[in-house]
């Protein structure tokens, strides 16, 4: 016989995956926008020091980080060398963990951001820019999920089973109750969890603030509302604790960005968010520099299944939504847009068309990706002997990596063995065009029409082009 707190799961579960599928129906293909063919969606740019604007593409490191003792994630430097040389990423989306910042209360481990700091100087000599990612899932191990510290779990003796899915378990009284706790929705007002949250950030950012390698900080990893949700949720608790973190790392970094993510559970299946705009106080005038990365896991893939049959139409309808939500936040909070995360089993039916499919829209959108995950297994460009999984090509794909100027539009047309690249540049701007071209599309690099090439590194498979004030629009076809 089942246990009632299994029975109990498992209603929670079906009740949220009916009403997600009713939800999923209603915003449905009427409900979401035409797609906008170019990239200037009027949201803005992630800028290298140059001015330049950065496409963002690569994977997060890791998922194995979030049980190490030490907190470190699998790889080590060769496996940078060998994931540069192979998909020539540019972007890491690197998991920290709360419990290993403040192992006990006001104690910052200096000796864990060190070991941090390591891996992205590993990262940072091969050109890569670092998104460090305040990672939690269920709250904490003192509930059976990963992320804040055992001494900052109250669950007033709730407790929290093992679930299949795993997600499911954000459903079990202790994490409940934890989340509760921290947000102050009962029993006690949280306050002192969440400063303790936002000074660790401060010490994350005090260790990283001259670090050009790091792009920025993202807050929290996929937030729960535990008891509240919604735009309840996002509007309050949520945005207060992004507003405190925010304000805490400005006292001791003004330079890098800071990544907010919608609560998990509704935008990540293309669902509206309730997240408002957040004041960032760079002083001096300075521009805000917070971005949007939400994460997408349409809801069929989130329950396992592939991109084939009935499901595929339910993707493609979870895709056009989640795009023109993501639109709309980005440009309510002033922010450029990085996919937080996207992945799946890549042994599924129609998974390397839905990965394409995703690297399109983020193109057409002009947003960032870091793909989930880079652990070798069943979702990865590796699997667990380091054999190339049938992703790796697919991820191996022409993009820009730094536009000199406005981009305006770049799509890889891979069955005219094309990428256009349009922008418009801006007098003063210092630096170049830059183009990575995948030896398995370019084997002899680029045939340039409508600009002008300045260098071709084969190791680095870079090209870059001359920028200058006024419209730019290039075709690249292979060498022959
Ligand atoms: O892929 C991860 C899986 O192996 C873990 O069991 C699970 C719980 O920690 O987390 C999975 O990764 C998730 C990530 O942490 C947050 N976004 C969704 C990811 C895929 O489920």
């Known amino acids: 016989m089942k246990s009632l707190a299994a029975w109990r799961t498992w209603a929670v579960g079906a009740v949220v995956l009916a009403v997600a599928a009713a939800l999923l129906v209603a915003v449905g293909p009427e409900g979401a926008g035409a797609g906008r063919a170019d990239t200037a969606s009027g949201h803005r740019w992630i800028t290298d020091r140059q001015g330049r604007a950065l496409v963002l593409r690569g994977l997060s490191t890791a998922s194995s980080a979030k049980e190490a003792p030490d907190g470190m994630p699998w790889i080590e430097e060769k496996d940078v060398e060998r994931e540069r040389r192979a998909l020539g990423t540019n972007f890491v989306r690197f998991l920290l963990q709360w419990r290993k910042v403040e192992p006990s209360p006001g104690t910052y481990d200096t000796a864990y951001l060190r070991q941090v700091a390591e891996r992205v100087r590993w990262y940072g000599e091969r050109g890569y820019h670092v998104l460090l990612d305040m990672h939690q899932d269920l709250y904490g191990p003192g509930v059976g999920g990963n992320g804040a510290p055992k001494w900052a779990t109250r669950t007033d003796g709730l407790t929290s089973a093992a679930t299949d899915p795993w997600e499911l378990g954000y459903a079990e009284p202790g994490t409940v109750r934890a989340f509760d706790r921290f947000w102050g929705t009962v029993e006690g007002d949280g306050r002192d969890l969440r400063a303790h949250y936002a000074k660790a950030w401060r010490a994350v950012a005090e260790h990283f603030a001259d670090d050009d390698t790091v792009i920025g900080y993202d807050l929290m990893n996929e937030p729960w509302g535990g008891s509240v949700q919604g735009p309840a949720f996002e509007s309050g608790p949520l945005a207060r604790l992004y507003q405190d973190c925010i304000d805490a790392i400005r006292t001791v970094d003004r330079g890098h960005w800071l990544f907010v993510e919608p609560s998990a559970i509704g935008a990540n299946w293309g669902f509206a968010t309730g997240l408002p705009r957040l004041e960032d106080p760079r002083g001096d005038g300075d521009e805000a520099r917070i971005a949007y990365a939400p994460h997408l896991y349409p809801l069929p893939m989130d329950l396992g299944g592939g991109y084939t049959g009935d499901a595929k139409g339910q993707v493609d309808a979870t895709l056009r939504a989640w795009r023109e939500q993501t639109e709309k936040t980005a440009r309510r909070l002033g922010a450029p847009v990085v996919i937080g995360e996207f992945g799946i089993d890549v042994g599924l039916p129609g998974a390397m068309e839905y990965v394409e499919k995703v690297q399109r829209m983020a193109d057409d959108m002009g947003a960032g990706i870091a793909y989930w995950s880079n652990d070798p297994g069943p979702w990865a460009p590796w699997d667990a002997g380091m054999k190339p999984t049938r992703l790796l090509p697919v991820l191996d794909r022409p993009s820009p990596r730094a536009i ?13 063995k094309a990428l256009t690249v349009s922008w418009r540049g801006r007098a003063g701007m210092r630096g170049d065009t830059e ?27 870079i090209l870059t082009l001359r920028s200058g004030p006024g419209a730019h629009s290039v075709r690249i076809t292979p060498r022959a």
């Open 435 to 461: 183009i990575h071209l995948p030896a398995r599309h370019f084997p002899e690099g680029g045939r340039v029409e409508g600009g002008e090439k300045r260098s071709w590194d084969p190791k680095s498979r």
């Open 404 to 416: 000199a100027g406005d981009p305006v539009t770049f799509r890889w047309d891979a069955a005219d």
